[in-house]
Protein backbone atom coordinates (compact mmCIF):
# COMPACT_ATOMS: atom_id res chain seq x y z
CA UNK A 1 0.00 0.00 0.00
CA UNK A 2 3.43 2.36 0.85
CA UNK A 3 3.61 2.14 -3.54
CA UNK A 4 -0.53 3.17 -3.80
CA UNK A 5 0.24 6.64 -4.45
CA UNK A 6 3.04 6.37 -7.24
CA UNK A 7 0.75 3.75 -8.55
CA UNK A 8 -2.10 6.24 -8.88
CA UNK A 9 0.06 9.00 -10.31
CA UNK A 10 1.69 6.77 -12.79
CA UNK A 11 -1.89 5.57 -13.70
CA UNK A 12 -3.04 9.12 -14.13
CA UNK A 13 -0.24 10.48 -16.44
CA UNK A 14 -1.16 7.48 -18.56
CA UNK A 15 -4.40 8.62 -18.24
CA UNK A 16 -4.20 11.66 -19.61
CA UNK A 17 -2.14 11.22 -22.19
CA UNK A 18 -5.12 8.65 -23.28
CA UNK A 19 -7.96 11.20 -22.51
CA UNK A 20 -5.93 13.69 -25.24
CA UNK A 21 -5.51 11.38 -27.74
CA UNK A 22 -9.37 10.24 -27.13
CA UNK A 23 -10.43 13.41 -27.98
CA UNK A 24 -9.69 13.04 -31.35
CA UNK A 25 -11.23 9.57 -31.97
CA UNK A 26 -14.69 11.17 -30.35
CA UNK A 27 -15.29 14.66 -31.84
CA UNK A 28 -14.42 12.97 -35.23
CA UNK A 29 -16.97 9.93 -34.52
CA UNK A 30 -19.36 12.13 -33.07
CA UNK A 31 -19.46 14.80 -35.79
CA UNK A 32 -18.76 12.31 -39.15
CA UNK A 33 -19.42 8.49 -37.34
CA UNK A 34 -15.82 7.70 -38.69
CA UNK A 35 -13.53 5.78 -36.45
CA UNK A 36 -10.03 7.88 -37.97
CA UNK A 37 -7.76 4.75 -37.19
CA UNK A 38 -4.96 7.06 -38.11
CA UNK A 39 -5.51 9.37 -35.54
CA UNK A 40 -2.89 7.25 -33.50
CA UNK A 41 -0.30 8.55 -36.53
CA UNK A 42 -1.48 11.99 -36.40
CA UNK A 43 -0.35 11.58 -32.67
CA UNK A 44 3.29 10.32 -33.59
CA UNK A 45 3.72 12.46 -35.75
CA UNK A 46 3.06 15.35 -33.96
CA UNK A 47 5.87 14.13 -31.32
CA UNK A 48 8.50 14.08 -34.70
CA UNK A 49 7.72 17.63 -35.36
CA UNK A 50 8.33 18.87 -31.78
CA UNK A 51 11.79 17.14 -31.91
CA UNK A 52 12.18 18.49 -35.20
CA UNK A 53 12.02 21.73 -33.82
CA UNK A 54 13.88 21.19 -30.57
CA UNK A 55 16.64 19.76 -33.14
CA UNK A 56 16.91 22.98 -34.78
CA UNK A 57 16.89 25.31 -31.82
CA UNK A 58 20.29 26.69 -31.09
CA UNK A 59 22.00 25.00 -28.66
CA UNK A 60 21.86 25.79 -25.08
CA UNK A 61 18.20 26.94 -25.49
CA UNK A 62 16.22 26.55 -22.36
CA UNK A 63 14.31 23.26 -22.58
CA UNK A 64 11.62 25.31 -20.65
CA UNK A 65 11.33 28.59 -22.98
CA UNK A 66 11.51 25.74 -25.91
CA UNK A 67 8.49 23.43 -24.64
CA UNK A 68 5.90 25.98 -26.08
CA UNK A 69 7.94 26.39 -29.81
CA UNK A 70 7.80 22.48 -30.12
CA UNK A 71 4.36 22.17 -28.61
CA UNK A 72 3.50 25.03 -31.77
CA UNK A 73 5.60 22.66 -34.52
CA UNK A 74 4.27 19.49 -33.54
CA UNK A 75 0.71 21.29 -33.88
CA UNK A 76 1.34 22.74 -37.28
CA UNK A 77 2.42 19.08 -38.55
CA UNK A 78 -0.31 17.01 -36.49
CA UNK A 79 -3.13 19.59 -37.60
CA UNK A 80 -1.62 19.64 -41.10
CA UNK A 81 -1.44 15.47 -41.61
CA UNK A 82 -5.03 15.79 -40.01
CA UNK A 83 -6.83 18.32 -42.31
CA UNK A 84 -5.22 17.11 -45.32
CA UNK A 85 -6.48 13.63 -44.06
CA UNK A 86 -10.38 14.71 -44.30
CA UNK A 87 -9.73 16.71 -47.56
CA UNK A 88 -8.19 14.10 -49.64
CA UNK A 89 -9.07 10.84 -47.56
CA UNK A 90 -11.97 10.98 -45.96
CA UNK A 91 -13.96 13.47 -48.00
CA UNK A 92 -14.37 11.88 -51.16
CA UNK A 93 -15.66 9.06 -48.91
CA UNK A 94 -18.28 10.87 -46.76
CA UNK A 95 -21.44 8.92 -48.97
CA UNK A 96 -19.67 5.74 -49.54
CA UNK A 97 -20.63 2.70 -47.20
CA UNK A 98 -19.12 2.87 -43.57
CA UNK A 99 -16.61 0.06 -45.01
CA UNK A 100 -15.02 2.45 -47.32
CA UNK A 101 -13.49 5.26 -44.92
CA UNK A 102 -12.55 2.27 -42.47
CA UNK A 103 -10.55 0.85 -44.58
CA UNK A 104 -8.74 4.12 -45.96
CA UNK A 105 -8.17 4.84 -42.45
CA UNK A 106 -6.38 1.51 -41.76
CA UNK A 107 -4.54 2.24 -44.92
CA UNK A 108 -3.19 5.72 -44.35
CA UNK A 109 -2.49 4.73 -40.77
CA UNK A 110 -0.01 2.45 -42.29
CA UNK A 111 1.47 4.76 -45.05
CA UNK A 112 2.09 7.38 -42.43
CA UNK A 113 3.98 4.81 -39.96
CA UNK A 114 5.97 4.03 -42.88
CA UNK A 115 6.56 7.46 -44.43
CA UNK A 116 8.33 8.69 -41.48
CA UNK A 117 10.26 5.49 -41.08
CA UNK A 118 11.39 5.91 -44.56
CA UNK A 119 12.15 9.73 -44.69
CA UNK A 120 12.67 11.02 -41.21
CA UNK A 121 16.28 10.83 -40.51
CA UNK A 122 17.16 7.61 -38.45
CA UNK A 123 13.46 7.22 -37.24
CA UNK A 124 14.36 3.50 -37.66
CA UNK A 125 15.58 3.66 -34.53
CA UNK A 126 13.13 5.19 -31.30
CA UNK A 127 14.84 8.90 -31.50
CA UNK A 128 15.89 10.53 -27.48
CA UNK A 129 13.24 13.53 -26.69
CA UNK A 130 14.75 16.10 -24.94
CA UNK A 131 14.59 15.43 -20.69
CA UNK A 132 14.39 18.38 -18.01
CA UNK A 133 17.74 17.31 -15.47
CA UNK A 134 15.67 17.92 -12.19
CA UNK A 135 14.80 15.86 -9.45
CA UNK A 136 11.60 14.56 -9.14
CA UNK A 137 8.73 16.44 -7.76
CA UNK A 138 7.07 14.80 -4.66
CA UNK A 139 3.62 15.21 -4.40
CA UNK A 140 1.06 13.64 -1.40
CA UNK A 141 3.58 10.79 -1.93
CA UNK A 142 3.88 10.33 -5.17
CA UNK A 143 7.20 11.09 -6.74
CA UNK A 144 6.84 12.62 -10.71
CA UNK A 145 9.22 13.87 -12.97
CA UNK A 146 9.12 17.37 -14.18
CA UNK A 147 8.47 15.96 -17.84
CA UNK A 148 5.62 14.09 -16.88
CA UNK A 149 4.04 16.76 -14.71
CA UNK A 150 3.45 18.25 -17.98
CA UNK A 151 0.60 16.02 -19.36
CA UNK A 152 -1.11 16.22 -15.42
CA UNK A 153 -1.06 20.37 -15.82
CA UNK A 154 -1.98 20.00 -19.91
CA UNK A 155 -5.00 17.81 -19.67
CA UNK A 156 -7.39 19.78 -17.73
CA UNK A 157 -6.14 22.86 -18.96
CA UNK A 158 -6.70 21.29 -22.68
CA UNK A 159 -10.66 19.97 -21.45
CA UNK A 160 -11.32 23.96 -19.86
CA UNK A 161 -10.52 25.67 -23.27
CA UNK A 162 -12.59 22.83 -25.51
CA UNK A 163 -15.44 23.05 -23.32
CA UNK A 164 -15.62 26.88 -23.52
CA UNK A 165 -14.60 26.45 -27.14
CA UNK A 166 -18.17 23.89 -27.82
CA UNK A 167 -20.23 25.91 -25.37
CA UNK A 168 -19.48 29.92 -25.64
CA UNK A 169 -18.73 30.38 -29.42
CA UNK A 170 -20.47 29.84 -32.15
CA UNK A 171 -18.33 27.57 -33.83
CA UNK A 172 -18.21 24.98 -31.17
CA UNK A 173 -22.26 25.26 -31.09
CA UNK A 174 -21.91 25.03 -34.88
CA UNK A 175 -19.94 21.77 -33.94
CA UNK A 176 -23.19 20.80 -31.62
CA UNK A 177 -25.49 21.56 -34.60
CA UNK A 178 -23.69 19.17 -36.60
CA UNK A 179 -22.57 16.44 -34.52
CA UNK A 180 -26.99 15.88 -33.63
CA UNK A 181 -28.17 16.31 -37.46
CA UNK A 182 -25.52 17.38 -40.58
CA UNK A 183 -28.50 18.22 -43.01
CA UNK A 184 -30.44 20.27 -40.78
CA UNK A 185 -27.07 22.46 -39.63
CA UNK A 186 -26.71 22.76 -43.14
CA UNK A 187 -30.09 24.13 -44.67
CA UNK A 188 -29.34 26.45 -41.31
CA UNK A 189 -26.42 27.95 -43.00
CA UNK A 190 -24.13 25.74 -41.19
CA UNK A 191 -20.67 25.35 -42.96
CA UNK A 192 -20.46 21.77 -42.10
CA UNK A 193 -17.64 21.00 -43.98
CA UNK A 194 -15.73 23.90 -42.00
CA UNK A 195 -16.98 22.16 -38.93
CA UNK A 196 -15.60 18.63 -40.00
CA UNK A 197 -12.52 20.37 -40.71
CA UNK A 198 -12.13 21.99 -37.13
CA UNK A 199 -13.11 18.67 -35.61
CA UNK A 200 -9.73 16.91 -37.30
CA UNK A 201 -7.77 19.96 -36.42
CA UNK A 202 -8.98 20.36 -32.73
CA UNK A 203 -8.25 16.13 -32.18
CA UNK A 204 -4.83 16.42 -34.37
CA UNK A 205 -3.73 19.14 -31.86
CA UNK A 206 -4.35 17.34 -28.65
CA UNK A 207 -2.92 14.23 -30.09
CA UNK A 208 -0.01 17.36 -30.84
CA UNK A 209 0.19 18.13 -27.06
CA UNK A 210 0.12 14.44 -25.90
CA UNK A 211 2.67 13.47 -28.20
CA UNK A 212 5.04 16.04 -26.61
CA UNK A 213 3.79 14.80 -22.89
CA UNK A 214 4.70 11.34 -24.25
CA UNK A 215 8.15 11.73 -25.29
CA UNK A 216 8.75 14.25 -22.20
CA UNK A 217 7.69 11.30 -20.12
CA UNK A 218 9.69 8.45 -21.52
CA UNK A 219 12.50 10.16 -23.10
CA UNK A 220 11.72 9.32 -26.71
CA UNK A 221 9.52 8.72 -29.89
CA UNK A 222 9.35 6.09 -32.46
CA UNK A 223 7.20 5.50 -35.62
CA UNK A 224 5.70 2.85 -33.68
CA UNK A 225 4.52 4.83 -30.71
CA UNK A 226 1.18 5.65 -32.20
CA UNK A 227 -0.21 2.35 -32.86
CA UNK A 228 -0.29 0.80 -29.28
CA UNK A 229 -1.25 4.36 -28.01
CA UNK A 230 -4.14 5.07 -30.52
CA UNK A 231 -5.64 1.49 -30.01
CA UNK A 232 -5.68 2.04 -26.15
CA UNK A 233 -6.86 5.88 -26.59
CA UNK A 234 -9.75 4.73 -29.13
CA UNK A 235 -10.17 1.69 -25.98
CA UNK A 236 -10.79 4.67 -23.69
CA UNK A 237 -13.01 6.66 -26.04
CA UNK A 238 -15.31 3.72 -26.02
CA UNK A 239 -14.70 3.54 -22.98
CA UNK A 240 -16.01 6.89 -21.54
CA UNK A 241 -18.86 6.73 -24.36
CA UNK A 242 -17.70 7.56 -28.33
CA UNK A 243 -19.15 11.00 -28.69
CA UNK A 244 -18.70 12.54 -25.45
CA UNK A 245 -15.63 14.69 -25.33
CA UNK A 246 -15.46 14.82 -21.43
CA UNK A 247 -16.32 10.91 -21.67
CA UNK A 248 -13.11 10.42 -23.39
CA UNK A 249 -10.98 12.44 -20.80
CA UNK A 250 -12.95 10.11 -18.51
CA UNK A 251 -12.05 6.44 -20.01
CA UNK A 252 -8.63 7.54 -20.77
CA UNK A 253 -8.09 8.63 -16.82
CA UNK A 254 -9.93 5.36 -16.02
CA UNK A 255 -8.15 3.27 -18.41
CA UNK A 256 -4.74 4.63 -17.03
CA UNK A 257 -5.79 4.11 -13.43
CA UNK A 258 -6.50 0.29 -13.74
CA UNK A 259 -3.53 -0.64 -16.03
CA UNK A 260 -1.06 0.70 -13.63
CA UNK A 261 -2.66 -0.85 -10.70
CA UNK A 262 -3.28 -3.82 -12.52
CA UNK A 263 0.34 -3.96 -13.35
CA UNK A 264 1.72 -3.55 -9.69
CA UNK A 265 -1.18 -5.28 -7.55
CA UNK A 266 -2.58 -8.23 -9.91
CA UNK A 267 0.45 -10.75 -9.06
CA UNK A 268 0.19 -10.05 -5.38
CA UNK A 269 -2.87 -11.45 -5.41
CA UNK A 270 -2.45 -15.26 -4.38
CA UNK A 271 -2.61 -17.55 -7.26
CA UNK A 272 -2.87 -14.60 -9.90
CA UNK A 273 1.15 -14.64 -9.71
CA UNK A 274 1.62 -15.49 -13.45
CA UNK A 275 -0.93 -12.60 -14.38
CA UNK A 276 0.83 -9.66 -13.19
CA UNK A 277 3.30 -6.83 -14.19
CA UNK A 278 3.77 -4.65 -17.62
CA UNK A 279 3.12 -7.98 -20.06
CA UNK A 280 -0.23 -8.02 -19.04
CA UNK A 281 -1.38 -4.78 -18.50
CA UNK A 282 -2.61 -4.20 -22.16
CA UNK A 283 -4.81 -7.55 -21.29
CA UNK A 284 -6.04 -6.04 -18.06
CA UNK A 285 -6.94 -3.05 -20.32
CA UNK A 286 -9.16 -4.47 -22.69
CA UNK A 287 -10.80 -7.06 -19.80
CA UNK A 288 -12.12 -3.51 -18.07
CA UNK A 289 -13.39 -2.17 -21.63
CA UNK A 290 -15.52 -5.40 -21.91
CA UNK A 291 -16.71 -5.49 -18.12
CA UNK A 292 -17.68 -1.98 -18.91
CA UNK A 293 -19.66 -2.23 -22.05
CA UNK A 294 -21.56 -5.70 -20.93
CA UNK A 295 -22.37 -3.93 -18.06
CA UNK A 296 -22.94 -0.47 -19.80
CA UNK A 297 -22.75 -0.21 -23.33
CA UNK A 298 -23.21 3.25 -23.97
CA UNK A 299 -19.80 3.70 -22.22
CA UNK A 300 -19.68 5.85 -19.05
CA UNK A 301 -21.16 8.94 -20.03
CA UNK A 302 -22.50 7.95 -22.96
CA UNK A 303 -26.23 7.92 -23.89
CA UNK A 304 -28.80 5.19 -24.61
CA UNK A 305 -30.31 5.30 -28.25
CA UNK A 306 -33.17 5.19 -26.52
CA UNK A 307 -32.53 8.41 -24.79
CA UNK A 308 -31.68 10.43 -28.01
CA UNK A 309 -34.40 9.29 -29.68
Same mark, same amino acid.
Given at each position: MNELPQQLANGLILGAMYGLIAIGYTMVYGIVQLINFAHGEIFMIGGFGALTVHLVLPDGFSLAAAIPLMIIGGMICSVAVGTAAERFAYRPLRGAPRLAPLITAIGLSIFLQQAVWKWYPDAKKDLSFPQFDSEPVNILGANIQIGSLFVLIAAPLCMLALGLFVNKTRSGRGMQATAQDPDTAKLMGINTDRIIVMAFAIGAAFAAIAAVGYGLHNGQ???? /? @??????????????? @??????? +? /??? @?????????? +?? *??????? @? /??????? +??????????????????????? *????????
Amino acid at each position: MNELPQQLANGLILGAMYGLIAIGYTMVYGIVQLINFAHGEIFMIGGFGALTVHLVLPDGFSLAAAIPLMIIGGMICSVAVGTAAERFAYRPLRGAPRLAPLITAIGLSIFLQQAVWKWYPDAKKDLSFPQFDSEPVNILGANIQIGSLFVLIAAPLCMLALGLFVNKTRSGRGMQATAQDPDTAKLMGINTDRIIVMAFAIGAAFAAIAAVGYGLHNGQVGFK /M @GFILGLKAFTAAVLG @GIGNIYG +A /MLG @GLVLGVAESL +AT *GYIGEIP @G /MELFGGG +AWKDVWAFTLLILVLLLRPQGLL *GERVADRA
